[in-house]
């Protein structure tokens, strides 16, 4: 026992010291907010919280999930498993199908024959073309005309049903036997078949199709498989054939409307031309307007001579001297220049010799003279000749101006009466043409429908298929646990998210707003796991009486009302294991079983409750003679006593209080025992008497909704609520597999040393508590 008593006086010591900084912690915890984002919103981790922010959040979120995977394996072991089994059953139900697939080729444009350009069709069909191609080969249409060319409305054996039918088989059990359907239902019948059965499937990249088509008869398969490909080449031969037809018959009729109305544009014309005197020139200049042309055209020669001449003749008029390029380039003045010259130096030469007025030379300077004159009088006669040529120039201008006029009229006139004689003849042109390139047409269309090229090919013919090709067990059992995982996880993340049942201490801080001060394991021998000081059970217990210890300014409160929101919640066995720890601890513990409705401590215990808290209340009694002693030395027991009508009168009385505050003096620690929260009043009252109250919270059990309706409860009657206790926790169940076992079996000694301390722990646990049993 020495051993034992060592490690409690040990515990005390620690406790006693952790008082000292108990406050500290509080302060600290009182700087944090005490507001928490919703559940959902916050990832819980342990037992603290992480923003999803955080760059942990990832990780925090997969083992989230992790959890929910663990918490509904079972539910997501029989979804998968029962979409295994339909999977498997449906496959093996199933009539084993043979597939053959043919090849097409098809190119944009058909092989150009009579144009005579490029043999080869275009390498580059649009995609629109390609996509309106894949529909036409997987219209009705289509289908029909394979049923029609296999003539698969006559063969029984296509039109059997080929999966298994419950209907069916009810109906031939009973005998009841169709009617022979019709042979418009038989073919129609036939044509839904072969949709349902093939599949058309472009090859990426390329003008190649793959036409594949399924059936229970590898022969028959083969057949309507080659039969589609030839009914596809045959619909677009006859679509060729019947837009030539289409093109002839359009073509012959406007031929005829446009030939009729080039008859009548070109007789409009005709008499247009007679009545306005309108002669065509073959698309040349008409007569006045080639004569205004012409004029125009000898107006500007005579304005240039013209302009010319009266230059001419204003120089000459303005210069006195003989040096003009005009009156040099004429040979009588260049004669008479050329012969005074030689008079003037025959007069200088002689001039040293004889005397100016020698005869000879008065008869040189006469000659000079008249040569002069001479000079003077041509020099007039070309001024007049170019005068004269300038005058004869204008007036010839001034009469081609006068007749330019009149032309000018006449061509204005004419343009005025041939707008609509034009308007006329385009009309005429443009029927013309049209009736030219139409013929044209026709006869290129006429020629062309008798040479039809195509531009469908059969790359590859279907062969006849050797193995099924469906079903695929292997194959379907895959996709049956895909989707089995796909659906099982949905449904679990689903009811995850509906699920308001606490399970986890996380939940209890976000529901709440409290500190989760302990989270208590579930366990099926509750009595030997309190027996043993090293069990889950019992360092659960332990770790909350430490807590508790933290949880107020001034450490471990003196009076301590333990209540939950409903009832079965694990109350009775949280009080009695708080107040054992305490007492065994060395502390005087009252434990008080508060619940005057539905007491249960006095059969945990097995003791008297002929007398008790009730009788109190009532002052029929003192509270010395309501104490009752139990197996654990320093926990004393008042019972309920006998059940009042007016349990709630009762406990908002001042004796009550009286109770508490004389208690507090003669014990360390007073426990109450009290009811549910919802529903009672019981509870409010117990909570504002008591310095503090511990709400427990029920794991499976308890739900959101009740949690704060009872907290709200109690914060109205201003309880002091200092935390909450997660009873009844399944660690694995919740998902939660990692950290709340780790202190259980932590420290457990395996010399000899710790197994006689844990033995002789247990033994005297053994011998001092009696079976519990009841409510847990």
């Known amino acids: 026992m020495k051993p034992h008593r060592a490690t409690n006086d040990d515990e005390q010591s620690g406790a006693s010291n952790g008082r000292a900084t108990g406050s500290q912690l509080v302060t600290a915890a009182q700087a944090v907010p005490a507001t928490r984002e919703p559940y959902g919103q916050l990832v819980g981790y342990g037992y603290g919280y992480m923003d999803a922010e955080t760059p942990d959040a990832l990780a925090a979120k997969v083992l989230e999930y992790w959890r929910i995977i663990k918490k509904r394996k079972w539910l997501i072991s029989s979804i998968v498993a029962a979409f295994l089994v339909v999977g498997s059953v449906t496959t093996l139900m199933q009539t084993p199908l043979y597939t053959a697939t043919v090849r097409l080729q098809i190119d944009g444009n058909a092989v150009k024959i009579v144009a005579g350009e490029n043999l080869t069709p275009v390498e580059n069909p649009d995609d629109e073309y390609m996509r309106t191609q894949y529909e036409l080969l997987q219209s009705r249409t289509m289908a029909e005309r394979v049923a029609s060319a296999a003539n698969l409305a006559g063969d029984a054996g296509f039109l059997e049903s080929r999966d298994f039918s419950l209907i069916g088989s009810i109906s031939s059990l009973f005998g009841s036997t169709p009617s022979a359907p019709s042979q418009t239902a038989l073919e129609d019948a036939a044509v839904s078949v072969v949709l349902g059965n093939r599949v058309v499937r472009p090859v990426a990249g390329s003008r190649l199709v793959d036409i594949s088509y399924s059936d229970p008869n590898p022969e028959r398969t083969q057949q309507i498989a080659n039969a589609y490909a030839d009914a596809y080449v045959a619909s677009n031969l006859d679509k060729r054939f019947q837009a030539n037809a289409s093109a002839k018959t359009f073509l012959d009729d406007k031929i005829q409307q446009l030939k009729l109305r080039l008859e009548g544009s070109e007789k409009k014309l005709l008499a247009f031309a007679q009545a306005q005197q309108i002669v065509d020139v073959n698309d040349k200049a008409s007569i006045a307007e080639t004569n205004l042309a012409s004029a125009n055209a000898e107006l500007g020669t005579l304005i240039s001579e013209r302009t010319k001449n ?114 006329l003849k385009r009309e005429v042109d443009t029927n013309r043409d049209l009736y030219a390139s139409l013929l044209q047409r026709f006869k290129e269309v006429d020629v062309a429908s008798g040479v039809v090229a195509n531009n469908i090919f059969v790359v590859d013919r279907a062969l006849l298929p050797n193995s099924p090709s469906s079903p695929k067990l292997g194959r379907t059992l895959m996709m049956a646990l895909l989707l089995g995982l796909a659906a099982s ?70 009076t301590l009302v333990i209540t939950s929101s409903g009832s079965s919640e ?8 708080v107040a054992r720890h305490f007492a065994m601890l060395g502390r005087k513990v009252l434990l008080v079983d508060a619940d005057l409705r539905n007491p249960s401590l006095h059969h945990r215990l097995r003791r008297d ?123 694995d169940t919740a998902g939660y597999g990692y950290g709340y076992g780790y202190g259980y079996s932590y420290g457990a000694d395996t010399g000899p040393r710790g197994l006689s301390v844990a033995r002789l722990g247990a033994q005297r646990d053994q011998q001092q508590l009696p079976d519990l049993h009841g409510d847990t």
């Open 310 to 423: 009266g230059e001419l003749w204003r120089q000459l008029e303005a210069s006195d001297a003989i040096s003009l390029p005009q009156l040099l380039s004429n040979g009588v003045i260049d004669g008479l220049r050329k012969k005074r010259n030689e008079l003037e130096l025959e007069f200088k030469q002689k001039l040293p010799t004889f005397k100016p007025n020698y005869p000879a030379m008065v008869q040189i300077k006469n000659q000079i003279d008249e040569i002069d004159q001479q000079l003077a009088r041509e020099v007039q006669t070309l001024k007049d000749s170019f005068k004269a040529a300038y005058e004869s120039t204008l007036a010839r201008e001034q009469k081609l101006g006068e007749r330019i006029s009149v032309l000018r009229q006449d061509v204005l006139d004419l343009q005025n009466r041939s707008i609509q004689y034009n308007i």
């Open 489 to 558: 996880l949905g449904t679990a993340y689903v009811l995850e998210r509906f699920d308001d049942k606490i399970r986890v201490p996380e939940q209890v801080e976000v529901a709440s707003g409290l500190s989760v001060l302990g989270a208590i394991p579930k366990v099926q021998n509750v009595d030997e796991q309190l027996a043993d000081p090293r069990s889950a059970l019992s360092e659960a217990y332990r770790t909350l009486c430490t807590t508790l210890q933290f949880s107020t300014e001034n450490g471990l409160p003196k």
């Open 570 to 577: 694990g109350k009775s066995l949280t009080s009695y294991s």
């Open 609 to 731: 409750n002929s007398i008790g808290l009730s009788n109190y209340l009532t002052g029929a009694c003192k509270p010395p003679e309501a104490f009752q002693s139990t197996h654990v030395p320093g926990l004393a027991f008042m019972a309920s006593g006998p059940l009042p009508p007016n349990a709630a009168d009762l406990l908002g009385s001042t004796r009550l209080f009286s109770l508490l505050s004389v208690g507090s003096e003669v014990f360390d620690l007073i426990i109450l025992d009290g009811p549910p929260v919802l529903g009672l009043a019981d509870a409010q009252l117990l909570s504002a008497a008591a310095a503090a109250t511990v709400f427990v919270v029920s794991a499976g059990h308890s739900r959101i909704g009740s949690v704060r309706g009872a907290l709200r409860r109690l914060q109205l009657s201003r309880g002091n609520v200092v935390g909450a206790v997660l009873t009844k926790f399944e660690a």
